[in-house]
């Protein structure tokens, strides 16, 4: 049977099970939208191209599959690198259909023509642009494949005009891929995880240095058992977290330049580091010179280029994290100690930390606290079982620090490449997922006003996404660099002028709501949960208040600064 | 040999797909740990589809082998490995358009001969010479003919292949009847322990 290369590509898509798309059209991919409407999918048409990249990397992490975006050329394509980039850097498993002009005229900058293959080579794990409408089905199965396997990531496939209004025999949608350059490695070698065990075995300050690349293998039951059988306390990264309890009493919390104080100081004094898909990010290690100088380091990555990326490390484990655990877990299984006892005294240090240094504010009468309006968005909504995003800066450390969870795939935040605008989209995109499942989008008045067009496309396709604008009126997090670094030298960072966001709710034909006082918050959030469809809520909070605890960028972990603790002279940057 | 701050040049070979855009792929990497290529060679194999690279890049151990696990990772590529510190046979070929005037045409005839150059093109003032060697010989075979006045130069890039029975297409070639791919690479890595990918 002959069908266009648009019949091919939409049929592929059903097989493989990509039946929710984000989206926006334009010409070079109109011949793809006229049959769209035929197929059993359904499109998102998103306001802005990047929202679209970034509903599909939402997409994926609150159900783990592949997040699916279909654009034209030229300015639609190059609209979603922002989204690709972001995907890349947190291992999101997305896939990008970009319209291009004809086969004929590529190169001879036609009418929205861009090099898209060479302008996102640097953004995608990979890229294909299809030459022959035969090729579509193949192309189509490896870049799914090669989008979650693996280190998940942005694939972005590009579809000449011509090459979708050109027939070709359809012989099926391929079964199996076979990439000889590309088999991810899944088991660990036995050999480095006795080693591992051995390690682990001897330890008397154990600690586990969890990441994102637990929640993308579901790894959480597995990680759960190695705390269980070896009680070592564990800390998550920005990205990891959900992948444990957070009401385990050996969870520590976050680590990192704002996570909290205990888990940053296990780091520092762990003798056994068991990092397990994370990534040594800078606003983990903080100076590098001075990290993981005092401990023997257990990686486990099934990306070998993130192993001794930043930091050297004893035991190099490839693989999935998933398969490793089981591997270790099993060996871990045949010790014979008693590592409650043994952990006795590190245990005891632990507790001294965290009872000296929780996580801390002064709400008073008055202004709302953001931290006080963060925290109770997050307990009052916890039993409804939430997924919940963020924008970025201040709020969604906020968010990050009192965040409360039990399971893994319900938190949504932009942690390496930090894209403010991020989290209504992303938010947008877990509803799209799950259209029963409470989303919450905890926002900043900035990152959400990078985005907020969406709102429209949430009223459109009844995606009731509950967004809190955690509105300070400032660049926060940026004025709080300015306030410790660059002597209160507050230049552009003051959001002087927002539209009513309760208006702007409206506007849309969604709802808002404005809360300005403390003791009024929780009811709203009661309020904002029973209202159906998108809402909006100003919480209009404290201007100045700053995030702590915090490392400052380049300081050691030692040098972390804890609430109320005086900011170091040393630190200042700027002239006062 | 190593220069005063550590680095020292390095011999990547690689396995392909012989595809358009791979060659951008792999350039773009290097580019972007902010190293120059030195020299580049590209040819098919035996088998049409998969084409050999040679580069040559200057840079510390440590940054080369984040490149190498890097390179390793584009999925056009199908094997890499980092062969400076193998036994290896290098080659590369020189075009070399030499001054050639009646009072020295002898000498210049008989520095080629003693290198055992081609002579491939000759006019009345000039010899054009070919030769093919390492790249001391062919380093010393330019100086010796400098004082005559070289015209013009055109190098090839260095082509390697690890001596005995190791060498990488071959290697591949088993591999690929095994029809395991990367299968094999994995256990080499596993061995390795450090996730390096090996060629040997
Ligand atoms: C304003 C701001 C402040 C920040 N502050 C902090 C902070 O205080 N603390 C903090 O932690 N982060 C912080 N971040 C985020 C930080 O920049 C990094 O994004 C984050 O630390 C990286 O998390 P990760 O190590 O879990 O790696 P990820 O980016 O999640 O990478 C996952 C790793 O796991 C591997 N992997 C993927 N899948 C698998 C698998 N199946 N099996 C095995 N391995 C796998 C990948 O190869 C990769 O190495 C901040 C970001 C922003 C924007
Ligand atoms: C797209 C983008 N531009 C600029 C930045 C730099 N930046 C980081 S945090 C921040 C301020 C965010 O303001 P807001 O969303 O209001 O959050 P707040 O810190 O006030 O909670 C800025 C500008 C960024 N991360 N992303
Ligand atoms: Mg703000």
């Not at chain 1, 605890?549 to 380049?554: H, K, L, N, Q």
């Not at chain 2, 951008?24 to 049409?48: H, M, Q």
């Not at chain 2, 290896?88 to 030499?98: D, H, K, M, T, Y």
Request: with cysteine; net charge neutral; charged share 25%.
């Amino acid at each position: 049977m002959k069908l266009t290369g648009s019949e091919i590509l939409l049929r592929c898509l059903v097989e493989e099970g990509a039946t929710t798309v984000f989206g926006h059209p334009g010409g070079a991919i109109l011949h793809t939208y006229d049959v769209l409407p035929e197929h059993p999918i359904r499109h998102i048409l998103c306001r802005h191209e990047q929202a679209a990249a970034h509903a599909a990397e939402g997409y994926y992490k609150a159900s783990g599959k592949v997040g699916t975006v279909m654009v034209t050329s030229g300015p639609g394509a190059c609209n979603t690198i922002t989204g690709l980039t972001d995907a890349l850097m947190d291992s999101m498993a997305i896939v990008v259909f970009s319209g291009q002009v004809p086969t004929a005229v590529m190169g001879c900058d036609a009418f929205q023509e861009a090099d898209v293959v060479g302008t996102t080579r640097a953004c995608t794990k990979h890229n294909y642009v299809v030459m022959k409408t035969e090729d579509i089905p193949r192309i189509v199965k490896e870049a799914y494949y090669i989008s979650r396997s693996g280190r998940p990531g942005p694939v972005l496939v590009d579809l000449p005009k011509d090459i979708l209004m050109g027939k070709a025999e359809f012989k099926g949608y391929p079964q199996e891929v076979n990439i000889r350059g590309y088999k991810p490695t899944l088991n660990g070698h036995i050999g480095q995880i006795r080693k591992a065990a051995d390690l682990i075995a001897q330890a008397k300050r154990p600690i586990i240095y969890g990441g994102g690349g637990i929640i993308h293998s579901d790894a959480h039951q597995e990680l759960q058992e190695l705390v269980e059988i070896t009680k070592t306390p564990i800390t998550l990264t920005l990205m990891g977290l959900g992948a444990f309890p957070t009401d385990h009493p050996l969870w520590l919390g976050m680590l990192g330049m704002h996570g909290t104080y205990t888990a940053n100081m296990g780091m520092i004094h762990c003798d056994v580091m068991i990092a397990v898909g994370s990534r040594f990010d800078d606003r983990v290690t903080g100076k590098l010179s001075e990290f993981g100088k005092q401990c023997k380091i257990i990686h486990i990555d099934i990306d070998p280029t993130s192993i001794r990326k930043n930091v050297k490390v004893d035991v190099p484990i490839v693989g999935d994290v998933k398969h490793v655990l089981a591997q270790l877990n099993q060996e871990l299984r045949k010790v014979e100690r008693d590592w409650a006892k043994e952990f006795e005294e590190w245990h005891a240090e632990i507790e001294e930390w965290k009872r000296r240094h929780p996580l801390r504010y002064d709400q008073k009468d008055g202004a709302i606290k953001p931290q006080y309006a963060i925290e109770t968005i997050i307990r009052a909504t916890e039993d409804k079982d939430p997924i919940i995003s963020t924008g970025v800066g201040q709020h969604q450390m906020w968010a990050a620090q009192y965040y409360r969870s039990r399971r893994p795939r319900r938190w949504l935040t932009s942690g390496g490449l930090g894209t403010m605008g991020y989290g209504f989209p992303a938010a947008m995109g877990a509803q799209a997922a799950f259209p029963k499942d409470l989303v919450l989008c905890i926002d900043g008045d900035g990152s959400f006003q990078m985005t907020m067009q969406e709102l429209a496309a949430c009223v459109q396709y009844n995606l009731p996404v509950k967004v809190f604008i955690i509105n300070n009126r400032y660049l926060g997090m940026v004025r709080q660099w300015q306030e410790l670094f660059y002597g209160k030298n507050y230049s552009e960072v003051d959001l002087a002028v927002h539209p009513d966001f309760v208006k702007l709710a409206e506007a849309y034909g969604a709802t808002g709501f404005r809360v300005e006082r403390p003791e009024e918050m929780k009811a709203v959030v009661e309020k904002v949960v029973s209202t159906p469809g998108p809402v909006v809520v100003d919480v209009v909070v404290d201007r100045e208040e700053n995030c702590f605890p915090m490392i400052p960028a380049g300081a050691a972990i030692r040098d972390i600064i804890d609430v109320g603790d005086p900011i170091p002279e040393k630190l200042f940057q700027g002239i006062r | 040999m190593r220069d005063k701050d550590g680095k020292r040049r390095h011999i990547i070979g690689m396995l392909v797909e012989n595809k358009t855009g791979v060659l951008a792929r792999i350039a773009g990497l290097i580019a972007s740990k902010g190293y120059n290529i030195e020299s580049l060679s590209v040819g098919e194999t035996l088998d049409p589809t998969v084409s050999r690279m040679t580069l040559v890049v200057r840079g510390d151990d440590w940054v080369i082998e984040q490149a190498v696990k890097q390179l390793n990772r584009l999925i056009d590529v199908i094997k890499v490995s980092d062969l400076t510190d193998e036994d290896l046979v290098e080659r590369e070929l020189i075009l070399i358009r030499v001054n050639a005037e009646p009072t020295f045409r002898a000498e210049v005839l008989r520095i080629a001969d003693i290198f055992r150059a081609k002579v491939v093109d000759v006019t009345p003032m000039t010899y054009t010479l070919e030769l093919t060697g390492d790249e001391d010989k062919l380093d010393a075979f330019v100086e010796l003919l400098k004082p005559y006045g070289i015209q013009e130069v055109v190098r090839t890039g260095k082509v390697v292949m690890v001596r005995g029975s190791k060498a990488v297409t071959k290697r591949y070639q088993e591999k690929l009847k095994q029809a395991a791919g990367k299968e094999m690479i994995v256990v080499a890595q596993q061995e390795e322990g450090n996730g390096q990918d090996l060629l040997r």
